[in-house]
């Protein structure tokens, strides 16, 4: 994936999933009355603002020039103007869902935890599951889709994780450039009050912590933060359609698991082959689909899109959620918007991206 297509994903999500941080971002720049806005590459250089006052449409370009940049850097960047836009406007914009999830992080219920590995188990050709031992009685979840920032040492570092490192710590690390941890969201897939269990993805380009999870062994201390959720669909809905590939596989079947019986729920799993088939929900209610790329690429199949182009959806009270490799999450969400999903009724998160 090149810089420009990584651009290009990171404007995709906030055009899908933050229309209004971008609408403050716009009544900030401009000193017109913005109605609607989108984010967009000027002239192949420069990140902008394509937005209308309801009269005329018009592009703010920012000083923020992509050459030589990355799309962490532009992440950045755009958080920043979310806090200016914040400072200036204050109470004259209503709080935009970026903001609500900074302040969901910070809250209390989201803490650090310090334990070891216990025992790691291959539960599937590639989806090694990780058992840590550690004091989790205050471990608050959701009952959905809880995931955690896994913090481990780096390869080549000889640096010691310890029960008083915390989350300030891992991000002042950031800040200084210092290449001591790593850390990475997963979700829960199991938890008791003295352990707690990790599915992890093994692939042949791993980032930091998907190296880290080939060779973890028992003793090895790690951080755990948090947890946090995004499954938040809306009250008395009918009906639920899940879908994911291996990376997504734990928080759809916790969802599934915690469901109303109520709630008819059909889950779309695409994984490797039938070994990596895992069911295990049993509920009357929710009806498991597995579907296997065999010998396409992770994140280059068109398996499960194909299969959720043919279902039925329901006529009104559903919600969507999926999870997975990014370029094929959009694809899938940009499917179902095309037929008339609107958006309070689908929620897909870019879990990984291909290379």
Same mark, same amino acid.
């Given at each position: 994936? #090149?810089?420009?297509?990584?651009?290009?994903?990171?404007? /995709?999500?906030?055009?899908?999933?933050?229309?209004?941080?971008?609408?403050?971002?716009?009544?900030?720049?401009?000193?017109?009355?913005?109605?609607?806005?989108?984010?967009?590459?000027?002239?192949?250089?420069?990140?902008?603002?394509?937005?209308?006052?309801?009269?005329?449409?018009?592009?703010?370009?920012?000083?923020?020039?992509?050459?030589?940049?990355?799309?962490?850097?532009?992440?950045?960047?755009?958080?920043?103007?979310?806090?200016?836009?914040?400072?200036?406007? =204050?109470?004259?914009?209503? =709080?935009?869902?970026?903001?609500?999830?900074?302040?969901?992080?910070?809250?209390?219920?989201?803490?650090?935890?310090?334990?070891?590995?216990?025992?790691?188990?291959?539960?599937?050709?590639?989806?090694? %599951?990780?058992?840590?031992?550690?004091?989790?009685?205050?471990?608050?979840?959701?009952?959905?889709?809880?995931?955690?920032?896994?913090?481990?040492?780096?390869? /080549?570092? #000889?640096?010691?994780?310890?029960?008083?490192?915390?989350?300030?710590?891992?991000?002042?690390?950031?800040?200084?450039?210092?290449?001591?941890?790593?850390?990475?969201?997963?979700?829960?897939?199991?938890?008791?009050?003295?352990?707690?269990?990790?599915?992890?993805?093994?692939?042949?380009?791993?980032?930091?912590?998907? /190296?880290?999870?080939?060779?973890?062994?028992?003793?090895? %201390?790690?951080?755990?933060?948090?947890?946090?959720?995004?499954?938040?669909?809306?009250?008395?809905?009918?009906?639920?359609?899940?879908?994911?590939?291996?990376?997504?596989?734990?928080?759809?079947?916790?969802?599934?698991?915690?469901?109303?019986?109520?709630?008819?729920?059909?889950?779309?799993?695409?994984?490797?082959?039938?070994?990596?088939?895992?069911?295990? #929900?049993?509920?009357?209610?929710?009806?498991?689909?597995?579907?296997?790329?065999? =010998?396409?690429?992770?994140?280059?199949?068109?398996?499960?899109?194909?299969?959720?182009?043919?279902?039925?959806?329901?006529? /009104?009270?559903?919600?969507?959620?999926?999870?997975?490799?990014?370029?094929?999450?959009?694809?899938?969400?940009?499917?179902?918007?095309?037929?008339?999903?609107? =958006?309070?009724?689908?929620?897909?998160?870019?879990?990984?991206?291909?290379?």
């Amino acid at each position: 994936m #090149n810089d420009l297509e990584e651009f290009k994903l990171l404007l /995709d999500d906030y055009n899908s999933n933050h229309s209004d941080a971008i609408l403050l971002i716009s009544n900030h720049l401009s000193k017109k009355k913005i109605i609607r806005a989108e984010t967009i590459i000027y002239d192949k250089v420069f990140f902008a603002i394509k937005a209308t006052d309801g009269n005329s449409s018009f592009i703010m370009k920012t000083n923020f020039s992509l050459e030589g940049k990355t799309a962490e850097n532009l992440k950045k960047y755009f958080f920043k103007l979310v806090y200016q836009a914040r400072r200036k406007i =204050k109470d004259g914009f209503p =709080k935009t869902r970026i903001e609500m999830n900074v302040e969901k992080s910070s809250s209390a219920s989201s803490r650090s935890f310090f334990s070891r590995v216990k025992k790691t188990n291959m539960i599937s050709t590639n989806i090694r %599951e990780i058992t840590f031992e550690g004091d989790f009685k205050n471990l608050k979840t959701h009952g959905t889709d809880d995931f955690m920032l896994v913090i481990v040492p780096q390869k /080549d570092s #000889n640096f010691r994780m310890s029960p008083s490192y915390s989350i300030t710590d891992f991000r002042r690390q950031g800040i200084q450039g210092k290449k001591d941890t790593a850390g990475a969201f997963y979700t829960i897939r199991q938890l008791d009050d003295d352990k707690l269990k990790i599915w992890f993805v093994l692939h042949d380009h791993p980032a930091d912590l998907g /190296d880290w999870a080939k060779r973890a062994e028992v003793d090895d %201390e790690v951080i755990l933060w948090g947890p946090r959720s995004l499954f938040n669909p809306p009250e008395n809905i009918k009906h639920l359609i899940l879908f994911c590939d291996e990376s997504g596989l734990p928080a759809m079947q916790s969802i599934s698991e915690h469901l109303n019986d109520e709630i008819n729920c059909m889950a779309f799993y695409e994984v490797l082959d039938e070994n990596c088939c895992i069911p295990i #929900n049993l509920k009357r209610n929710v009806k498991e689909n597995w579907i296997y790329r065999e =010998k396409d690429q992770p994140g280059e199949s068109k398996h499960l899109l194909n299969t959720l182009k043919n279902i039925k959806l329901p006529k /009104d009270n559903f919600y969507i959620f999926g999870a997975g490799e990014a370029f094929q999450m959009i694809e899938i969400k940009n499917h179902f918007m095309n037929i008339g999903v609107l =958006k309070d009724q689908i929620n897909v998160s870019g879990y990984w991206k291909r290379k």
